[in-house]
């Protein structure tokens, strides 16, 4: 995880240096004399040698200090660090509800297999899985926004909606009002994956000798699906959790984009657009660290629902 | 239902091959009205059967001179993938060792960087242009090929027949390309199918975020147009084509790849 980290912010480094222009051309007024414009770059270490350049990075980065957006003029971090809240709790909520509803249709899938009902919900899935996760939201905010008026155009709260603190905004029944768009887009987008490994897991697991003895003890079908077959068919779901994640923070920054949502991902968008360099190095680093957080919490949940990981097979 | 996913996949092929002929205007030319005024966000009609684009764009004309950018990128990213992750795929798992141990984790590492934003710093450093999106797709898209490649690999280099090929004296290479990689390559045909996908996709994906090639009509920058001047809202016949093309396509791949899956995976056809 460390050694990830340490290369994403590696890779960062020699992506900026190839920024065309100067960097200093912001920062450096023309109308400067000479020693100052000297004094200037001395002050951003970009006289020293580039090893000691790196070092120098590193060594901010580790203590978060991504320095100070071209265009608000603050220091990025304190920017990045409401981006991210909102950012996670759009991403979160999504990923719970297509987590549970993937899995569970997915096993409930694997046990209609052959059917008539399957194929079409295969079928259905498959194209929820093509559609372009931005055109779904365009579509909703069509239909739901403009035409019916149902929900907000975008957004996080209503322009007369106050809060007393942080958790209360999260809380309150406007925030959830916005919500919901955003997090019926996402949800088409992730529910696909868990859905169809599911599916194919429990297809696989059915076919093993304790399901017939399940079976035979006369158990009822229900009870063999979600006690036997899903328990066992979940595992591949969890390490597929980890090379999802890498998609779905790109769902995540494009549903950001179409409903205004202010997360990192839209806050990436921007400063790219504005040439914020040190702003879209934050958020790029954010991201990045997010996914391999993630990675690393399926790793540890995988050694839990597994135990044969944990102690090595021993007990096999 | 693959019959179905390549029928799709061909259709579009024509249209991308035939572009020029079959659309009836230039993908950028300004329709003028007789009074002389822009003819903007007309709704369907005979003339413009899916109707013009803010800036007096006829839609169906784009949307067919789109399909060559989204078939390009689909066939040229999904061939990136393949190659890629077949060559890296068979190196790691027939050398095993410490190839193999490096190999793996530079995946490992890869799957942290996220694709889209990884594409948008590539952007905003080199401009925008496909050759980007195309860069990114070959770079970070090949690690799932890769992997499996590799897994089979390991179990097909035990096989006698390959024992036999090196007792018979056959070089590394010769083994990897005449014995192994034959049997490989079904899985890289599906593994390219859903990477034509995943291209497209991507490309519709950073056109829309407004970090594509300005000057091609491609459907992400259509959708990026109507949805920056928030025309999406009234002209349905500007932003639904592009969407809905780009969902036939990737589905009409997903289709096609299951059936050859199938067709060269019988055991697959069992129990269904």
Not at chain 1, 284 to 308: E, K
Not at chain 2, 22 to 44: C, M, N, Q, T, V
Not at chain 2, 238 to 243: K, M, R
Request: hydrophobic share 50%; net charge negative; aromatic share 14%.
């Amino acid at each position: 995880m460390v050694t990830s980290l340490f290369i994403v912010i590696s890779v960062l480094f020699v992506l900026f240096r190839l920024v065309p222009g100067d960097p200093m051309a912001t920062v450096q007024d023309p109308r400067m004399s000479p020693e100052v414009q000297e004094q200037v770059v001395e002050m951003y270490g970009l006289d020293e040698p580039l090893w000691q350049q790196y070092l120098l990075y590193m060594f901010n980065v580790i203590q978060l200090d991504f320095g100070v957006s071209y265009y608000y003029g603050r220091p990025v971090t304190g920017i990045v660090g409401d981006r991210l809240v909102n950012t996670l709790s759009l991403m979160l909520t999504a990923y719970v509800i297509s987590y549970s509803i993937g899995t569970y249709l997915g096993a409930h899938m694997g046990w209609l297999r052959g059917s008539q009902l399957e194929r079409i919900e295969m079928i259905l899935v498959l194209f929820c899985r093509s559609m372009p996760v931005f055109w779904v939201g365009m579509v909703a905010l069509y239909l739901f926004a403009f035409q019916l008026e149902l929900f907000p155009l975008g957004g996080m709260r209503g322009v007369t909606a106050t809060y007393d603190s942080q958790f209360e905004k999260f809380l309150s029944l406007d925030f959830l009002y916005h919500l919901v768009l955003p997090v019926f887009s996402l949800s088409l987008f992730y529910t696909g994956l868990p859905l169809l490994l599911m599916r194919n897991n429990v297809l696989e697991v059915l076919t093993q000798d304790y399901i017939e003895t399940a079976e035979a003890k006369g158990l009822s079908e229900r009870r063999i699906v979600i006690w036997h077959a899903a328990r066992n068919a979940i595992l591949p779901v969890v390490t597929a959790f980890a090379i999802a994640i890498g998609f779905a923070i790109g769902g995540q920054v494009l549903i950001e984009t179409v409903f205004s949502w202010p997360g990192l991902g839209r806050e990436m968008v921007d400063a790219s657009l504005r040439s914020d360099y040190p702003l879209a190095q934050a958020t790029f680093f954010i991201l990045s660290a997010i996914v391999i957080t993630m990675n690393f919490f399926a790793d540890l949940a995988y050694t839990y629902l597994d135990p044969r990981v944990k102690l090595g097979g021993e007990q096999q | 239902m693959a019959v179905f996913g390549l029928g799709i996949l061909i259709f579009y092929m024509i249209l991308a091959i035939f572009a020029p002929i079959i659309a009836p205007y230039e993908p950028f030319e300004r329709i003028i009205a007789d009074d002389g005024s822009w003819k903007s966000l007309h709704p369907p009609s005979m003339a413009h059967p899916l109707g013009t684009t803010e800036s007096g764009h006829d839609v169906l004309s784009q949307l067919i001179y789109g399909t060559r950018v989204a078939m390009f990128v689909g066939l040229v990213g999904a061939f990136m993938v393949a190659c890629i992750g077949t060559a890296v795929g068979m190196v790691a798992g027939y050398y095993g060792g410490l190839v193999d141990e490096l190999i793996m984790r530079l995946v490992d590492i890869l799957y942290g960087l996220p694709f889209i934003p990884f594409v948008i710093v590539l952007a905003t450093i080199l401009g925008g242009s496909i050759w980007n999106i195309l860069f990114g797709v070959a770079l970070l898209y090949w690690l799932s090929t890769a992997r499996v490649i590799r897994s089979e690999v390991l179990s097909l280099k035990e096989r006698p027949y390959i024992e036999a090929a090196r007792a018979s004296g056959a070089s590394d290479f010769r083994i990897m390309f005449i014995h192994i990689l034959p049997n490989v390559i079904p899985l890289s045909a599906l593994y390219a199918a859903i990477a034509v996908g995943y291209s497209i996709t991507a490309e519709a994906s950073i056109s829309f975020l407004g970090f594509g090639d300005p000057s091609l009509s491609s459907w992400g920058t259509m959708l990026q147009r109507s949805f920056v001047t928030q025309e999406f809202a009234t002209s349905w016949w500007w932003s639904i084509p592009p969407g809905l093309s780009i969902t036939l396509v990737v589905f009409g791949a997903y289709l096609a790849g299951r059936g050859y899956e199938e067709i060269a995976n019988p055991q697959l056809r069992e129990g269904r």
